[in-house]
């Protein structure tokens, strides 16, 4: 029996989550982890397989491009505008966020699928603000910021040259010292998923009167279309974002049980609570702001050569780097 378009998409989706689950459950894969790494550790192994990710994602998305087997045009993270104020403020939200709850959105699925109830929590409070923040009760908020902060763009994209200098300064950065397998192949493999990604939604489920939504890695709008999905699933269809949600899970839960480090954890004090929570409507809000959380703009922005990404990751990766050293100075 011959599948629909829409179920192609979305099997093919949740196979690419599968992939990334496992990936970053077994390497460890992490942007909060990264800046922590710099931070603390000489070789700072997490940066470097996230610096990877982002090298691999960049060069595999531009050489679909460029050899005409991918158009972009049309791509979410790719607007006619520049919503600068929305990537800066959303990008410094997330980043503060991020390490108050102890990671990202992707994070949390990877974790919550080696019994971190925690992270279970973060993950509906992350995905029901941001889409509050599309559709609900923030979106005015977010429209009228938007109306003052954005300014019109001659081209969606960035000069090639300037995703070959981010190339080159990564490249340095990683072979600065050797790098760990887990980290190296991670790394590796989760970018090449970002080109599968947008094989998936801009070839598969392209469609001269229905097309698939250009998109690829990122779980801000995916997860907040989860959860509206569990709730009113009658007549609803599965897409992309919530295919790569329900996939990550997946295979992140497949290697937490081959590792046998499947263990129940919870909050310990009610301040932890308010204090996940917050972080996670942080990020919620933010994320939608900034168009993308962290590999929502660290891969799939930046290998889109997406100016609002250029603005959010770098304020994502600061605030992380301020929030973490608050913390640390506060519990000296």
Known sequence: MALDMNTEVALAGFAVGIGFGALARWSGFCLR???????TKPDA??????LLAMVVALISVQALVLTGHLDLGKAVVLPNQLFWGG???GGLMFGVGMVLTGGCGTRMLVLAAGGNLRSVVVFIVF?????????GILAPTRAAMMATTSVNLAHQTLPPLVGGIVLVAAVVF?????????HLIGGALIGALVAAGYLVTGVLGRDEFEPTTVESINVTRGGGDSLIYLLTW????VNFGIAFVGGTLVGATLVAALRGDFKLEGFERPADMLRYASGAALMGAGGVL???????NGLTGIASLA???????PAMVVAAGATLKWRWRKKT
């Open 33 to 39: 982890g990264a800046v922590e790494d710099v931070l």
């Open 234 to 237: 009658t007549g609803s269809k």
């Open 174 to 182: 990683i072979v600065w010292r050797p790098i760990s397998a887990e």
């Open 307 to 313: 100016p609002t990404s250029f603005i959010a990751l």
């Open 45 to 50: 192994p997490r940066a470097r397989g996230f």
């Open 290 to 296: 900034a168009l993308g959380c962290t590999v929502g």
């Open 87 to 89: 990537a800066l403020l």
């Open 127 to 135: 995905g029901f603000v941001a889409y509050a923040t599309i559709r």
